[in-house]
Structure formats: C-alpha cells, structure tokens
C-alpha cells in the first residue's frame, strides 16, 4: 500500500502506547537531556533521559552542545543533493523497473517504473520517478518546479518522443544521500552519554533507502535494550 501506510501504522503504534509525536518543529539546541525547539513562532523544551537523533550529522552538529572533535567527526559526513519528478501517464513506455542511461546523455540519471511495485495501486495509470544527483551551488536547484519538470520531460521525449504525462510533481532534498567517500567510518550508535545515532548515513556501504533506515533504526533501538538490561 506504499510507504504511507507503513509510517501512519508506526505513527499510530507509537500513540497507542503513549507516545508523543511532534511534528513541524525546527530544533534548535540539544543540550545534555534538553531538547530546544520552535512551533508556530513559540520556544518549546523537552527533557528526555535518552536521545535518539536521525538527523544528517552536519546538522546535529549544528544544534548539539558537545565536544569540538565530536562536532568535527559530525561534519566529515557530507551529502548529495538529489532533484527527482514523479510523472504520472497514461502510457506505460518502459516495462523495467530501474532504467539508468549513459546514452545518450540526459539531464537525469535514470527512471523508476513503479508499476513493478505498485500495480494494483492506481488503475490505469502509470507512474515513473526520474532523479538527479548534483551540487547545491549546480543552476539546476534553484530552478523553479516548472522549469525542471519541462527540463525533465524534454529528457524523456528523447528516448520516447510520445510521452505525455497527466500529471508532474517535481521534488528538491538538499540532504538526499550520504557521501560514501574513500576512508569513509560509520559513526558509532552511541554518540555521548544520552545521545544515540540512526539514519542511513550510519550503514555504509548500504544505499540510501527505507530499508535501510528501519534496520539501522532497529539496530539502534536493540542497542539501547541490550544496555538497559532489557533486550535478549
């Protein structure tokens, strides 16, 4: 039933068992067991006996009052930004799941088919996902969606000159993946005395994706079960 369904299923798992979830927030300081934050223009704090942070290094680093080394070991891990358009047709023009192109050389990496996972999802309708690696200072970021989207499906029209999409989302992550460069050193779960790691930074050399967040997530948790005496 696609991601959503899964993260609504955890999400309501976690409130059954009297967890909170908040969302929207900006963090802005984490300091020993205080957790800083802002929502609709207001300060906020949260005191917790452990803390598990799944976000980029170089920005935990940013909000984390810790030691300089720790903060440099933080920053070492960079990323990739990623533009991706999602293209909805009527019109199903590759029948594989994963398409990369060397040639001819398109302003895109490749396409996802995601009728392979998905077909019983939307009838009659098909749904492709092309992506970019680039560089934050790369011109093609601070396009606009429209730009890109026409960007994109020019691309597309090259080697399949009769698509004519319905429906076109184009997404920016400046965060997408973690650069896995020569010498590159998983941090360790557990940072600090209360401050814990997961993400998929953490799990080199796996590839960015939800997979490998949940099994770094769950190798997370069972370490802080194994130390807390709870977790066979």
């Known amino acids: 039933c696609g ?20 969302t929207g927030a900006n963090v802005k300081k984490i300091n020993k067991n205080n957790i800083t934050y802002t929502k609709n223009n207001k300060e906020f ?43 909805i047709t009527k019109d199903p023009f590759f029948s594989e ?7 001819p050389n398109l302003i895109f990496g490749g396409v996802f088919n995601h009728d392979k996972i998905y077909n019983e999802l ?16 790369d011109e093609i970021y601070n396009k606009s969606e429209n730009e890109i989207s026409e960007l994109f499906l020019g691309a597309i029209k090259k080697i399949y000159p009769k698509f004519t999409p319905v429906e076109t989302r184009v997404f920016k992550i400046s965060n997408s993946s ?20 997961t993400g998929v930074y953490k799990e080199h050399p796996s590839t960015r994706t939800v997979n490998t967040a949940l099994s770094s997530g ?14 066979n």
Not at 6 to 20: Q, R, S, Y
Not at 122 to 137: D, M, P, Q, S, T
Request: some cysteine; charged content about 25%.
């Open 3 to 22: 991601y959503p369904k899964l993260f609504d299923a955890m999400a309501d798992n976690i409130e059954k068992k009297g967890g909170k979830i908040i």
């Open 45 to 87: 704090e949260i005191k917790a006996d452990k803390i598990i942070s799944s976000m980029p290094p170089h920005i935990l680093a940013q909000v984390l009052d810790i030691d300089d080394k720790i903060k440099m070991d933080l920053l070492k891990i960079k990323y990739k930004p990623i533009i991706c358009a999602v293209f």
């Open 97 to 103: 799941y994963w398409n990369v192109f060397i040639r």
């Open 122 to 137: 939307v009838k009659g309708e098909h749904i492709f996902y092309a992506f970019r690696y680039i560089n934050l200072g």
């Open 178 to 197: 973690p650069i896995f460069s020569i010498g590159y050193k998983n941090l360790p779960i557990k940072l600090d005395n209360n401050i814990y790691l």
């Open 218 to 231: 769950i190798k997370t948790a069972e370490f802080i079960l194994s130390e807390e005496g709870n977790f």
